[in-house]
């Protein structure tokens, strides 16, 4: 897929909720179950609220050749990699590599030794085919449903 990855601006605050909405029911559901799904996700997030988190991080849209924003990446000023999200039309077609290529070049840029993220189980093996390793499997709690996710690292140097 030919897309444009560029810098998140506050009009995208909107997308990227919906956008991690989709990706979550739509492609995480291969993963996890449906009660995981509804935990993870119960609703699209307010943008408002997201639009102020992703104000602190490094955060890539990825925007196809008609201008809609298809996926995006956002990154800690530590190299915390805290969300990775493409749509359901985009997953599988390069998308996440290139926003993830956006953030690593940015790593590079800020000095930083090493990324981490916590990804989830659909996530995993594409950090893994990027040479990044798991450091543990933990499972985390939301709205009261167990979530299995991998704690990942990958050194820079």
């Not at 291969?30 to 943008?47: G, L, V």
């Not at 490094?58 to 915390?80: L, N, P, Q, R």
Request: glycine content about 4%; charged content about 20%; overall charge neutral.
């Amino acid at each position: 897929m030919n897309v444009t990855i560029r810098r998140f601006q506050p009009a995208d605050a909107a997308t990227v909720c919906e956008i991690f909405y989709r990706s979550v029911h739509e492609v995480a559901i291969s993963r996890y179950s449906a009660a995981q799904i509804d935990a993870w996700a119960p609703k699209i997030p307010d943008a408002e609220r997201w639009l102020q988190r992703l104000r602190e991080y490094d955060t890539f849209v990825a925007d196809d050749e008609t201008g809609k924003s298809v996926g995006w990446i956002a990154m800690t000023s530590a190299g915390y990699i805290d969300m990775l999200f493409c749509l359901p039309e985009a997953t599988g077609r390069g998308v996440a590599a290139k926003l993830y290529a956006a953030v690593e070049q940015a790593a590079a840029l800020r000095g930083l030794t090493q990324l981490t993220a916590h990804a989830s189980l659909l996530a995993q093996s594409f950090f893994e085919r990027n040479d990044w390793t798991v450091q543990y499997l933990e499972t985390v709690v939301r709205n009261g449903v167990a979530i299995p996710r991998a704690s990942m690292a990958k050194n820079l140097r």
